[in-house]
């Protein structure tokens, strides 16, 4: 049975793909690899912007990463639980796309929809490859799928990397990305409320974390992420 996608990005809210993981997506990407992006809410309850600039932003994002595709999963902001509804949701995207690799947000974050995201993915991407749970996707029935792996990002709070990807080549287009969410971000010239990610200091303490990531590797920029299974390695020098 043949896979879809390469890498699946499965996370809360749009924004955080970028903000933990756009230089990762740039780099397979740049290595012929195939990467979608799924937000799983539209952001709605956010301090700042509206659901509808924040949808505009995603896709503004989407381009300049230039993934194949970015879908909404419709689930809401703030008050999905991993519930079956919510689970099910999340399954018939995963056998939509039949993905490798899935990534998703941090395991605990300052945040609580990431570390709800992450344990409502890590569950389904287990839950998807059991055949016997019965999802359709336009009408028809959809075969079982399990990723081989679900990495979790580093996002606001720091959490030691189990792997760390080298980001260096990728970090003005990564933050070429990070810009299409003006909504989000410091502007002076916005009257709405600052939010944590909206002061001034944020995207340099996002330097600063990558800095931090890439110098466990000897690299300039780094993107951290951690895992519930050790990856497996054929070939130790594979490894950094």
Not at 76 to 82: A, L, Q, S
Not at 102 to 124: K, M, Y
Not at 178 to 184: A, I, K, N, P, T
Not at 212 to 221: D, K, P, S, V
Request: hydrophobic letters at 40%; one cysteine or more.
């Amino acid at each position: 049975m043949s896979h879809g996608i390469d890498i699946l990005c499965i996370t809360a809210h749009p924004d955080d793909v970028e903000i933990g993981a756009a230089g990762t997506v740039l780099r397979h990407l740049d290595q012929g690899r195939s990467v979608g992006i799924v937000d799983l809410t539209r952001g709605e309850l956010g301090t700042r912007g509206t659901p509808e600039l924040r949808a505009k932003e995603a896709e503004a994002a989407a381009r300049v990463l230039g993934v194949a595709f970015r879908e909404q999963a419709g689930l809401p902001d703030g008050f999905f639980r991993k519930d079956e509804a919510s689970l099910r949701t999340v399954i018939t995207h995963i056998r939509r796309h039949r993905p490798r690799i899935v990534i998703t947000n941090a395991v605990q974050d300052r945040h609580p929809d990431h570390g709800r995201g992450a344990d409502l993915v890590a569950e389904a991407c287990f839950l998807s490859g059991l055949r016997r749970i019965a999802t359709e996707d336009q009408g028809r029935e959809q075969e079982s799928w399990r990723p081989q792996a679900v990495y979790h990002l580093v996002q606001d709070r720091w959490l030691d990397p189990d792997l760390v990807v080298d980001v260096s080549p990728y970090w003005e287009r990564k933050l070429e990305a990070l810009r299409c969410f003006r909504s989000q971000f410091h502007d002076p010239e916005s009257n709405e409320p600052v939010s944590p990610i909206a002061r001034e200091d944020f995207l340099p303490f996002l330097e600063g974390r990558a800095r931090e990531m890439g110098r466990l590797i000897w690299a300039t920029y780094g993107e951290g992420f951690t895992v519930a299974r050790p990856p497996a390695v054929k070939d130790l020098f594979d490894l950094g």
